[in-house]
Nanobody, 116 residues
Framework: QVQLAETGGGSVQVGDSLRLSCTASGSAFSIVAMGWYRQAPGKQRDLVALTSSAGRTTYGDSAEGRFTISMDSAKKTVYLQMDNLRPEDTAVYYC??????????WGQGIQVTVSS
């Protein structure tokens, strides 16, 4: 069973930066893609950014230009660098991985709070 360990969340001020990390373990199969989603109170879970082992990246509308996703395949770790944070970025951020054979897995989520 795949486990995803998320770190790096917290409470920051408007304009600050945070770097989220997520490390996958528990699977012998190759990672196809890893990414981040977020869910604010009362809202649906939305894509923040996704990157594949082939190097293709996709960003959600809210992340474009401010967030950068990267992946270290050897460490099975995905990073989300978030700059110029805004109050509307406040949400629980969930790590997501797609492995060959075992499919999609989710982390437990990590809180990011941005105060003005």
């Amino acid at each position: 069973q795949v486990q995803l360990a998320e770190t790096g969340g917290g409470s920051v001020q408007v304009g600050d930066s945070l770097r989220l990390s997520c490390t996958a373990s528990g699977s012998a199969f190759s990672i196809v893609a890893m990414g981040w989603y977020r869910q604010a109170p009362g809202k649906q879970r939305d894509l923040v950014a996704l990157t594949s082992s082939a190097g293709r990246t996709t960003y959600g509308d809210s992340a474009e230009g401010r967030f950068t996703i990267s992946m270290d395949s050897a460490k099975k770790t995905v990073y989300l660098q978030m700059d110029n944070l805004r109050p509307e970025d406040t949400a629980v951020y969930y790590c997501n991985s797609v492995h060959q054979i075992t499919g999609v897995s989710w982390g437990q989520g990590i809180q990011v709070t941005v105060s003005s």
